[in-house]
């Protein structure tokens, strides 16, 4: 990437880490898209080398009405990310509607397009983790955030764009600078918190019998790996489809769990509870990547093992800010 550089979410989680890297590879002519409202994810932005900033609904009735600054690469990672939205009309225009506009936009310029879907999409899993795709239509969601982010994935799959556009299906990622994600901050950063003020870690309880509480899985990656694949495909547009993003292996909430206690130093107290009878459907007890497609894309590196994440994200990041 040689021209300027569009992230959009570029004061959210993934996002503040995909700008950072890119400062770290030389790069500070990127224009940061966001919204910023009264929580602190401003902060995020405190330290980052970029050229401007411009609020989320101001970009794109620059991109409709034709004044958009005209970028070499579009990273679009924002979004509402909260599984628990209700509100189905908002989702739609922001997580569906707005990643069309701009793909299009991006499309008719010329412009390298990668953006953020979502492990939500596979819903419970039935249909397993392939990313292959003809098991995209097969899928089904278990949350309206879900099924936002599936849609746009069935649109480009339908009008053949994932010769020319790449997208990227995150799993559990966890790492510095969620901060601001309220209720939908890893369980690393809530149970640091928990364990800081209680000594103890709070897990829900299995409710179904094929799982130990502790035992549900989950295919957790560190957001620096996240953010390197996410670089990957930007800086090959030869490299296009929809991928997964995860380390291919599942790990449970108790392995998490005991990783936190052990970078924190302190002795494993983990209390099961019920989970909340209006999650129990939307539950998702098993994820895992299947990783075939963007090794074979030519995506060579070794991701980071869950506790050596754990321990880096606790003691070199959380730990200063307690």
Same mark, same amino acid.
């Given at each position: 990437?040689?021209?300027?550089?569009?992230?959009?979410?570029?004061?959210?989680?993934?996002?503040?880490?995909?700008?950072?890297?890119?400062?770290?590879?030389?790069?500070?002519?990127?224009?940061?898209?966001?919204?910023?409202?009264?929580?602190?994810?401003?902060?995020?932005?405190?330290?980052?080398?970029?050229?401007? !900033?411009?609020?989320?609904?101001?970009?794109?009735?620059?991109?409709?009405?034709?004044? +958009?600054?005209?970028?070499?690469?579009?990273?679009?990672?924002?979004?509402?990310?909260?599984?628990?939205?209700?509100? +189905?009309?908002?989702?739609?225009?922001?997580?569906?509607? !707005?990643?069309?506009?701009?793909?299009?936009?991006?499309?008719?310029?010329?412009?390298?397009?990668?953006?953020?879907?979502?492990?939500?999409?596979?819903? +419970?899993?039935?249909?397993? !983790?392939?990313? +292959? *795709?003809?098991?995209?239509?097969?899928?089904?969601?278990?949350? %309206?955030?879900?099924?936002?982010?599936?849609?746009?994935?069935?649109? #480009?799959?339908?009008?053949?764009?994932?010769?020319?556009?790449?997208?990227?299906?995150?799993?559990?990622?966890?790492?510095?600078?969620?901060?601001?994600?309220?209720?939908?901050?890893?369980?690393?950063?809530?149970?640091?918190?928990?364990? =800081?003020?209680?000594?103890?870690?709070? $897990?829900?309880?299995?409710?179904?019998?094929?799982?130990?509480?502790?035992?549900? =899985?989950?295919?957790?990656?560190?957001?620096?790996?996240?953010?390197?694949?996410?670089?990957? $495909? #930007?800086?090959?547009?030869?490299?296009?489809?929809?991928?997964?993003?995860?380390?291919?292996?599942?790990?449970?909430?108790?392995?998490?769990?005991? #990783?936190?206690?052990?970078?924190?130093?302190?002795?494993?107290?983990?209390?099961?509870?019920?989970?909340?009878?209006?999650?129990?459907?939307?539950?998702?007890?098993?994820?895992? #990547?299947? %990783? *075939?497609?963007?090794?074979?894309?030519?995506?060579?590196?070794?991701?980071?093992?869950?506790?050596?994440?754990?321990?880096?994200?606790?003691?070199?990041?959380?730990?200063?800010?307690?």
């Amino acid at each position: 990437m040689t021209q300027p550089i569009i992230v959009t979410g570029g004061a959210g989680f993934i996002g503040r880490n995909v700008v950072a890297a890119l400062n770290a590879a030389g790069h500070d002519d990127i224009v940061i898209v966001d919204h910023l409202s009264t929580d602190e994810k401003w902060r995020n932005l405190v330290g980052l080398r970029f050229e401007d !900033y411009l609020d989320r609904a101001a970009f794109i009735d620059l991109v409709r009405s034709g004044k +958009a600054p005209r970028p070499d690469t579009v990273i679009h990672l924002g979004a509402c990310s909260s599984t628990t939205e209700t509100d +189905a009309g908002y989702l739609m225009e922001n997580n569906y509607r !707005y990643t069309r506009e701009l793909c299009e936009w991006c499309l008719s310029g010329g412009i390298r397009f990668v953006y953020a879907s979502s492990a939500a999409t596979y819903g +419970a899993g039935e249909q397993g !983790y392939s990313d +292959a *795709d003809d098991v995209t239509p097969t899928l089904t969601p278990l949350n %309206m955030y879900g099924y936002s982010k599936h849609l746009f994935d069935l649109w #480009a799959l339908r009008h053949g764009l994932f010769g020319r556009i790449a997208g990227i299906k995150y799993f559990n990622v966890f790492g510095p600078y969620e901060d601001h994600k309220g209720d939908m901050r890893s369980v690393v950063h809530k149970a640091y918190h928990q364990i =800081l003020e209680t000594g103890e870690l709070r $897990l829900f309880k299995s409710h179904r019998p094929e799982y130990e509480d502790g035992k549900q =899985l989950r295919d957790f990656i560190y957001v620096k790996d996240a953010v390197d694949v996410t670089l990957f $495909l #930007a800086d090959h547009p030869q490299i296009n489809g929809l991928f997964n993003c995860g380390t291919g292996q599942a790990r449970t909430w108790l392995d998490l769990a005991t #990783a936190v206690f052990r970078a924190m130093d302190r002795e494993l107290r983990i209390v099961f509870i019920d989970m909340p009878e209006h999650l129990r459907e939307k539950y998702q007890y098993f994820t895992e #990547a299947q %990783m *075939d497609k963007l090794r074979a894309a030519g995506y060579k590196e070794a991701y980071t093992p869950l506790e050596d994440g754990v321990r880096d994200y606790v003691q070199h990041y959380l730990m200063n800010r307690s």
